[in-house]
């Protein structure tokens, strides 16, 4: 990639859901913060304004504090607004359900006790539409950093088989925290077919990457019991460089994130 075309492209982070972007890459945000346009763009948004939800949606609910699916995407945009704009880079949020709202062409839920699924053939439409989406919005010189899927959340992994299925280039992946730190054997495996991009992180950036995950407080409770405390997670990955992951063709686009990295580092 040439410096001119580095210079007027946009670093796209795509998130599954409203927090998955920073939690897992607010560091390497922050440490490009005014060097380079970032965008976080959180594809399952979206939630029913009406109707009983599936028992999946009712346990998040009362997880996260929400009486309605709709009470509870408003707060989580607004956590997410912030949490971006205090690492300098905007937020776009697209109105897909997240899994636990979504049904099958019979009306039945699709994930009705677990999210933990391969995508199934009623959500092949969906996957069409988001790749659609993607293509209209991305310009030439961007430089897409996806999930990697790590967990096998069924929202993550259709997030990443619709960025690859745009062809789009450069691209890179991110392992998906704080699953990454409950499956780091599932991150090796998955890393070791991919060439990694080690990228150190200063202690500013650390800091400013674990301020934007407090600012999640809807979804605070939820993860510190499932995975235990998000903050001291994140102080054992920015031990050791942050890691993106590519295939053969991933030069051009680590060197890009480089160049800004670098620039703001050095």
Not at 190 to 201: E, I, M, N, Q
Request: charged residues 25%; aromatic residues 8%; positive net charge.
């Amino acid at each position: 990639m040439k410096q001119a075309d580095v210079a007027t492209a946009r670093h796209i982070y795509v998130s599954p859901h409203l927090d998955d972007a920073v939690l897992s890459c607010g560091g390497l945000i922050a440490s490009t913060e005014g060097r380079q346009r970032t965008e976080v763009w959180t594809l399952f948004c979206g939630a029913p304004w009406v109707g009983r939800p599936s028992p999946l949606a009712q346990w998040l609910h009362s997880a996260s504090g929400a009486r309605t699916a709709l009470a509870l995407s408003r707060r989580r945009r607004r956590e997410d607004h912030a949490a971006c704009s205090s690492l300098g880079c905007r937020a776009r949020h697209f109105g897909w359900r997240d899994a636990v709202y979504r049904r099958a062409s019979t009306g039945e839920w699709l994930y009705s006790e677990t999210t933990e699924h391969a995508p199934p053939h009623d959500e092949a439409a969906l996957v069409t539409a988001i790749v659609t989406k993607l293509k209209q919005n991305l310009n030439p010189n961007d430089l897409l950093i996806a999930p990697l899927g790590i967990g096998g959340h069924v929202d993550h992994l259709i997030a990443r088989q619709a960025v690859e299925r745009t062809g789009h280039k450069p691209l890179l992946y991110y392992g998906d925290l704080p699953y990454s730190h409950r499956s780091p054997e599932e991150l090796a495996r998955r890393g070791d077919a991919l060439r990694v991009f080690s990228y150190p992180l200063q202690p500013a950036a650390v800091r400013a990457w674990k301020r934007a995950a407090r600012l999640y407080r809807s979804q605070q409770p939820m993860l510190e019991e499932a995975f235990g405390p998000i903050e001291h997670i994140i102080d054992r990955f920015a031990e050791a460089p942050l890691c993106l992951y590519g295939r053969e063709d991933s030069d051009a686009a680590a060197r890009h994130l480089a160049l800004s990295f670098e620039d703001h580092c050095g």
